[in-house]
């Protein structure tokens, strides 16, 4: 299957910082990138959607100025957690589709606000 | 909106089968898809039904009945390393075909 690199896979950081996170499709080109947020024992969480070269749609309840999505080419989709706080403490998987193809999944990115 | 309904866990032996049931509830079906997620780990792609009937990969087989809104995941001769959550799927053209996900079957093989 087609391959999706996350990175980083650990960050660990201070309350009040913010956070990026960056995913890429490495051998297709992803026209639809998606965030997801899983917290522990429970299933994915969309947080939002994006096209490359648009703006995202995120989903009802996710707060679009503290979860920052920018995806700038089709390859490359980041997400900032502005000002995390221990309750962003969370797996933070991304997706990547090209077309209406198959979605596959990033490694993911495990975020622990202190 | 969509819904998806499986078991929240099921347990069973080595070499044994196991059957995971999905049903759904969305407004423009698209297809459902499987995804198998190790403790720690990313969902990898397991399976794609977009018709109705089993699609065979292995040890895994996934089902799909549009009318009856229903599809099932088979796992056979199952072994320790299948201890995993399974999540089905579905992909809603009324929703841009997002994919929204079950609450995940979380299965324990045992010796």
């Known amino acids: 299957g087609a391959v999706v690199s996350q990175h980083p896979s650990r960050v660990i950081c201070k309350s009040g910082t913010s956070v990026k996170i960056e995913c890429r499709s490495l051998d297709f080109q992803a026209t639809t990138m998606f965030w997801y947020r899983q917290f522990p024992k429970q299933s994915l969480m969309l947080m939002a959607t994006s096209n490359e070269g648009s703006k995202a749609t995120y989903e009802q309840g996710v707060e679009k100025d503290k979860f920052l999505i920018n995806h700038a080419s089709l390859t490359l989709s980041t997400l900032t957690v502005t000002s995390a706080h221990p309750e962003d403490s969370s797996f933070y998987i991304c997706?990547?589709?090209?077309?209406?193809?198959?979605?596959?999944f990033g490694p993911g990115t495990r975020l622990l606000v202190l | 909106g969509q819904s998806l309904e499986q078991p929240s866990e099921v347990t069973a032996v080595e070499g044994a089968i196991v059957q995971i049931n999905c049903t759904y509830q969305t407004s423009g079906f698209y297809g459902l898809s499987w995804y198998q997620q190790h403790d720690g780990g990313a969902p990898t792609f397991l399976s794609y039904?977009?018709?109705?009937g089993l699609e065979e990969t292995g040890r895994f087989s996934s089902f799909l009945s549009r009318s009856d809104s229903y599809g099932y995941l088979l796992l056979q001769e199952l072994q320790m390393k299948d201890s995993a959550s399974y999540f089905c799927?579905?992909?809603?053209?009324?929703?841009?075909?997002?994919?929204?996900f079950g609450g995940g079957t979380r299965v324990l093989v045992k010796p």
């Open positions: 799927a579905v992909r809603d053209e009324a929703a841009g075909n997002k994919l929204t």
């Open positions: 997706s990547a589709r090209e077309g209406q193809e198959t979605q596959y």
């Open positions: 039904n977009a018709l109705d």
